[in-house]
């Protein structure tokens, strides 16, 4: 961290670029995909336009973005690493740096607790998902056979994706995959989310994780229950968030639409971010109006509950993020987005 920061609520440097991602407005496009590795993003980036030339960032943390556009629609590929804790910088500071409405679509890997439904190779598309955290209150030094009021793991309710997104997805996605593929494609599951890819997706090492009958519970307690990954629960969480924040906020100004040098100020916020180019005829919505639509595919690299524990082969990897990347790609540019509602072209790395 070298430049100087300004504001410790909403950190930014001087020239209005956000603390973790290293982006500022005109950087990062309406339409996102985003993946857990830098690889997956390069793959992806691969079907972009050659004009105008991709803009590529690599933040000091380790985000990695690329805006270009594709068949001619401004779209971001944003590699986070893994996790909650950088899914929310992902999804806080894109926010924070863009107007408009907001289409995310994860492409991830899984693991499988359903090895009939979403076998090793499988596409889920899922319809919600689910969150388990370890519960940091729990003894965990004690015996698996002593009863202890607290529970080891919680499990939250689910939360539901976008589902105009979802159908344009699953949809896209078949499109994409090539005739002589056999991948299955499936979008009536649901997904768990965990803080760990160890205890808290019942894996066992050696630590007293107290997490041997963790599957069986999620399996009897969450319907359509078919895979666990790091991430989609907090994206589908954030965007249920952002889309209810109008109700939840009363004091919330809804029609703020003059210019504002800096979207954020310490203290209680109501985000509003700068009017960049508004003058260019697109953004017409104000932060408070905009909304979010998220939605995920996830492929299936390791069936958990399959007696042969298999794992997805580099070959299979590379073939389905080839057509899968080109399927969210497509999905993303299949959503709707009214101009108005867009962030202007004008000083965009998207601009020609
Ligand atoms: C664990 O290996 C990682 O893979 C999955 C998990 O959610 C976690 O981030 O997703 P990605 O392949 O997108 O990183
Ligand atoms: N990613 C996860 O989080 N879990 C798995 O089992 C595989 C990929």
């Known amino acids: ?3 100087l920061i300004t504001d410790a609520n909403f950190p930014r440097t001087a020239d209005n670029r956000v603390y973790h991602l290293g982006l500022r407005p005109g950087e990062i496009a309406n339409r996102i995909v985003t993946v857990g590795s830098p690889s997956r993003a390069l793959t ?16 000091e943390r380790g985000f990695i973005t690329i805006t270009g556009r ?10 986070i690493g893994m996790g909650f804790p950088n899914m929310d910088f992902f999804v806080r500071e894109t ?4 107007s408009g409405d907001l289409v995310v679509i994860r492409l991830g890997s899984c693991g499988s607790l359903n090895h009939t439904a979403a076998p090793v190779g499988t596409v889920v598309v899922p319809k919600a998902c689910v969150a388990i955290t370890r519960n940091l209150d729990f003894d965990y030094g004690e015996t698996e056979d002593r009863q202890q009021d607290e529970k080891a793991y919680f499990i ?14 699953v949809k896209a996605l078949e499109g994409a995959r090539p005739s002589e593929d056999q991948t299955p494609i499936v979008g009536d599951k649901v997904n768990a989310s965990a803080d760990s890819f160890y205890s808290s997706q019942g894996r066992l090492t050696s630590f007293p994780d107290h997490n041997t009958h963790l599957v069986d519970d999620l399996l009897q307690r969450v319907d359509d229950l078919a895979t666990l990954e790091m991430e989609t629960h907090h994206l589908y969480h954030l965007a ?3 889309n209810s924040r ?8 809804t029609s703020r639409t003059e210019s504002f040098p800096a979207p954020l100020t310490t203290g209680p916020v109501h985000p509003v971010i700068p009017d960049f180019g508004r003058s260019s005829g697109s953004a017409q919505v104000t932060m408070a109006d905009s909304k979010m639509y998220v939605s995920a595919a996830q492929m299936v690299f390791a ?17 389905i993020e080839e057509w899968g990347g080109k399927g969210v790609l497509e999905a993303l540019i299949a959503y709707d987005i009214p101009a108005e509602r867009l962030h202007p072209e004008s000083g965009s790395v998207w601009a020609f």
């Open 70 to 79: 594709y068949k001619g629609v401004p779209v971001s590929i944003v590699s």
């Open 246 to 253: 109008i109700k939840s906020s009363p004091g919330a100004n």
């Open 156 to 169: 939250s309710k689910p939360v539901l994706d976008d589902p105009v997104l979802h159908q344009i997805v």
């Open 95 to 98: 926010r924070e740096s863009l």
């Open 240 to 242: 249920k968030c952002w």
């Open 1 to 3: 961290m070298k430049d």
């Open 303 to 319: 069936a958990r509950t399959s007696a042969n524990r298999d794992f997805i082969t580099p070959e299979k990897v590379q073939a």
């Open 44 to 59: 992806i980036s691969s079907h972009l336009d050659a004009e105008p030339k991709k803009f590529r960032l690599e933040s």
